[in-house]
């Protein structure tokens, strides 16, 4: 499934010499999306755990551009939602939630900066010296992704990929809690893999610190249609919420040819939907109406998987996603006994008469807890515990 770099040989040695203990691969997402292209990703990585059994550290960035120097953490119920339909999709491509690890992009760079003196200096210098033409996007990357003929990596994605290499390649200093070891593999997209490549080797060339730096793989090529404002104004690629006429509109606005299609099918839904690849000899229009229908499935797929009630919800380590807040609302005994009551029966009044405590207190601790997705609220607007099991690793 994967590209391999220039250093495979090196990493594959690395790997096999690591005495019993699982390698680490880290992915750096641009965002968490609900659209085709980000749930190819996470298939990608559920293949390259079935390759050969790893530990995964993904890292959401939630970094605007302000935040790259002063980088404050914030804690966000929206982010542990998040990392819950991440932890579901990837147990539902056959990858454990005890083998992931998920992060803000912000607390990496965050904890870099607390660990390294020097980290603001050193950023600075090498942003100044990196070279003018990394910005510039292959040809093949423009066509896959539909861009503009004279479309280049934005600046800010430049900076982006530089702090995800340094994330990487100092992981277990930043979140020594989790997997306790360097990362092995640096996992790209096939979008990004030229970038990161060239400020791999531009960091290697000027600095013997990052001699070390971990060996990059591109996952599988996959076009990524439906961001181009230059195509389609709206600016929305197929994702769960689209029904099919909608997915196939996108499809025919975009112009997908046959080469297109084969790869979306090559090095995704014939894997996922368990089918052969089109004929190519099929007419354009026969197959951009049979991968309409494809992805629709593939899309419903996961709707049906991130909207099941899940069995455990693994509440990661105090320097990882899962905040402070969430901690503390489980230290208070009248948060179990409210769950307890949370059993699809009981509004929220009759939780508050059967405890014998302010109504507006019970709102609060109930909001709290449907924004960490611990409840639900069901048809009747009662709600209903959909965790059976809260996991702290401290």
């Known amino acids: 499934m994967l590209v391999l770099g220039p250093d495979t040989k090196k990493i594959l040695t690395k790997i096999s010499e690591s005495n019993g203990r699982l390698p680490l691969v880290y992915f750096s997402s641009n965002t968490f999306s609900t659209n085709y292209y980000f749930f190819a990703q996470l298939f990608y990585l559920s293949q390259v755990y079935k390759e050969r059994e790893v530990n995964i550290a ?19 119920g929206k982010t542990v939602a998040k990392v819950s339909q991440i932890l579901k999709i990837m147990e539902y491509f056959g990858v454990p939630s005890k083998n992931i690890r998920i992060h803000k992009l912000s607390e990496g760079w965050h904890n870099y900066l607390l660990t390294n003196e020097k980290a603001h200096f050193d950023f600075l210098h090498n942003l100044v010296f990196l070279d003018k033409q990394l910005i510039k996007i292959p040809d ?29 390649s100092n992981y277990k200093n930043i979140f020594p809690t989790d997997f306790g070891n360097e990362v092995d593999i640096h996992l790209a997209t096939s979008f990004s893999y030229p970038l990161l490549e060239k400020i791999r ?9 990052y001699l070390d730096l971990p060996a990059i793989f591109s996952m599988p090529k996959t076009p990524f249609f439906g961001k181009s404002r230059h195509i389609y104004p709206e600016h929305i690629p197929p994702n769960i919420e ?8 996108a499809i025919n606005l975009y112009k997908l040819d046959k080469e297109t299609i084969n790869i ?3 090095n995704l839904l014939s894997f996922v939907l368990k089918k052969e690849p089109l004929d190519l000899g099929m007419s354009i229009q026969k197959q951009r109406v049979i991968l309409a229908e494809d992805l629709f499935c593939f899309l419903k797929l ?40 949370c059993n699809g029966e009981n509004k929220v009044t009759d939780i508050a008469q059967k405890l014998n405590k302010h109504q507006p207190n019970i709102s609060k601790l109930i909001s709290k807890l449907k ?13 209903v515990k959909i965790v059976n099991k809260l996991e702290f690793n401290l």
């Not at 990929?161 to 994330?167: E, F, M, P, T, V």
């Not at 924004?371 to 709600?383: G, H, Y």
């Open 302 to 341: 996961i709707k049906q998987e991130t909207n099941s009630n899940p069995k455990d919800l693994l509440v990661l380590s105090r320097n990882s996603v899962n905040s402070e807040d969430l901690l503390s609302l489980f230290r208070s005994p009248l948060t179990y006994e409210v769950l307890n009551l």
């Open 201 to 209: 080797n531009d960091l290697i060339k000027r600095e013997q610190n």
């Open 242 to 249: 689209m029904g099919l006429f909608e997915i196939a509109r």
């Open 58 to 76: 993904v890292i959401l960035n939630d970094m605007s551009q302000r935040k790259i120097l002063s980088s404050p953490v914030e804690n966000s």
């Open 371 to 383: 924004k960490f997705e611990v409840i639900q609220l069901n048809d009747e607007k009662k709600p």
């Open 264 to 266: 979306l099918y090559k």
């Open 140 to 168: 093949d990357a423009i066509k896959l992704d539909f861009l503009e003929k004279k479309a280049h990596y934005e600046i800010y994605y430049v900076v982006q990929k530089y702090i995800d290499l340094i994330i990487s």
